[in-house]
């Protein structure tokens, strides 16, 4: 097992088992639609309800944009439309997310929106007539991993699911079949976060299955959301801040 996976590999069964189980809520608050942008007889209020479909004006410097979105999720600190009209040259899907209103801040974390831009995810950014920012990036076309066809074939009864009747030494060897299954999983995740750090000089700091995605057509690829958290380094510690993660514990 390489050194890297030996660290993440508590961590990440750690979150992994808390994604599973925990069920998420959903504040019933509006995401505010300045009348004054949005034509009043077009204007749909975006609510936390899946499905609910909303307009949003987006503005930086001379390029305005006025985006139909649909709610998608929502997490600690912003909120994830679909975009659904508004990008007619875009080729990839695409979401827009925002600060939730009712934490009452209206900046995005200013290391996401960097992130992004230099990942080539970022489409655009800017801010609405109430002055909450926006930003405009790429969809990850993967898959939570508990979603992916190939994790639901290994473990068709949930993860946590052994029977009782396994002897010590049948216990044991499912243990180590689970982990090197997992390992797979673990290594694209790896390469993501060595692609980011070594070439664009990102550290990513938010462990969490719900930010992860993996493509379901071959080959199958990681996809890395939310980088609200994410660390620039400077280009001369990158290598050995890398080294430092992969040799640690």
């Known amino acids: 097992m390489p050194p890297l996976a030996k660290t993440l590999l508590p961590i990440l069964f750690t979150t992994l088992i808390a994604s599973c189980t925990a069920a998420p809520t959903l504040p019933e608050l509006l995401v505010d639609i300045p009348p ?127 029977p009782d009747s396994l002897s010590d030494e049948q216990r044991l060897s499912a243990i180590q079949d689970c982990e090197h299954f997992m390992n797979f999983w673990y290594n694209l995740l790896i390469n993501v976060f060595q692609e980011a750090l070594l070439n664009h000089g990102w550290e990513y700091n938010d462990l969490n299955w719900e930010n992860f995605r993996f493509t379901v057509s071959e080959p199958i690829k990681a996809e890395v959301i939310d980088w609200g958290d994410a660390v620039k380094v400077h280009e001369e510690d990158r290598k050995l801040r890398w080294a430092l993660m992969v040799r640690s514990q």
């Open 36 to 162: 004054s942008v949005v034509p009043r007889d077009k204007e749909i209020p975006c609510s936390y309800s899946n499905g609910s479909d909303g307009l949003v004006s987006i503005t930086k410097g001379k390029e305005h944009r006025i985006l139909k979105v649909r709610y998608l999720s929502h997490g600690t600190r912003g909120c994830v439309y679909d975009v659904i009209e508004g990008l007619p040259e875009l080729s990839p899907p695409a979401v827009v997310k925002t600060p939730r209103p009712d934490l009452y801040d209206d900046y995005l974390s200013p290391s996401e929106v960097d992130a992004l831009h230099d990942l080539g995810q970022l489409i655009l950014d800017g801010f609405d007539a109430s002055g909450r920012e926006w930003a405009v990036m790429k969809k990850a076309q993967g898959v939570l991993l508990w979603d992916h066809p190939e994790y639901q074939k290994k473990f068709p009864n949930g993860y946590n699911h052994m």
